[in-house]
């Protein structure tokens, strides 16, 4: 299905097992969220149900496209105290509190294309035995690289702005291609942080490329370097992305040369 041009949540799973999100096209919406949501959310995740095979996926997220899902509003929850001055969420797919799991419950994101959220495209809260596999995710950082300058407003939000993982443990991401804004004074293609746990058990990196052009590191080296079959700084050349502002179709069309 298509979801589009809605102010809040595209699209959400709370509370469910056995779940496939699969092809759908989640665009254009949580602009007017005031709440910090996203395009694609699951959330709360069980793991009730036994399954014949113990490492059975609870929810499978697959061959999704998920792109321009970002806040226009500065988010606030009535349990703050506080309202960040800053526009810090509006990401594409996003797992939140994922972590009621008994019976070795997982999660799969896999396949998916997310392309210029407002910050990270795929992005893990709280949640464990997550495997982020042969995803693309291009330039999620639309609120720095063009939603603010847009708006004259100069000061940068959250850092997230291609995988990220933010708390948990059993994290796998591999074989994913992720492209970034490299002119940003921060945020990499791949960070992890957020929990008080060695980041060995938080999250395991291998055959990844990730890429930055505008001249800055490409990499978090206290999390990934160019061992375990990652590729650092190498472009995939990725043809056929429309300009962010466009609603023309990307086809991201890779070359054999890629």
């Known amino acids: 299905c298509t979801v589009t041009h809605v102010p809040g949540n595209g699209l959400r799973v709370a509370g469910a097992e056995f779940v496939d999100v699969a092809h759908n096209e989640v665009a254009y919406t949580s ?3 005031y709440s910090g949501t996203h395009g694609l959310v699951i959330t709360n995740t069980p793991d009730a149900l036994e ?4 490492h059975r996926y609870r929810v499978r997220v697959v061959g999704n496209r998920v792109h321009h899902n970002y806040n226009e509003i500065n988010s606030w929850s009535a349990k703050k105290t506080f309202v960040n001055e800053e526009i810090d969420e509006g990401k594409g797919i996003s797992l939140q509190r994922n972590q009621d799991f008994k019976h070795g419950g997982r999660i799969l994101l896999a396949n998916n294309l997310v392309y210029w959220n407002g910050y990270s495209g795929l992005h893990s809260h709280e949640s464990d035995n997550v495997h982020i596999v ?5 330039m999620n950082s639309f609120t720095q690289s063009v939603w ?10 959250g850092h997230h702005i291609g995988i990220s ?17 490299g002119r940003l004074p921060e945020g990499y293609p791949i960070s992890v942080g957020g929990g008080a746990m060695p980041t060995s058990e938080m999250v395991t990196l291998t055959g990844n490329l990730v890429y930055g052009p505008g001249g800055r590191r490409h990499v978090d080296r206290r999390v990934m370097d160019e061992g375990s079959h990652n590729i650092v700084g190498r472009s995939p050349l990725l043809g056929g992305v429309a300009p962010a502002d466009s609603l023309a179709e990307s086809s991201f069309s890779v070359p054999p040369e890629s």
């Open 134 to 138: 042969a995803n693309t995710a291009y």
């Open 148 to 157: 603010y300058p847009k708006m004259n407003r100069t000061r940068a939000g």
């Open 51 to 54: 399954a014949e095979w113990p």
């Open 165 to 181: 993982i933010d708390g948990g443990r059993g994290h796998v991401i591999a074989n994913n291609i992720v492209v970034v804004d």
């Open 31 to 33: 602009l007017k969220s």
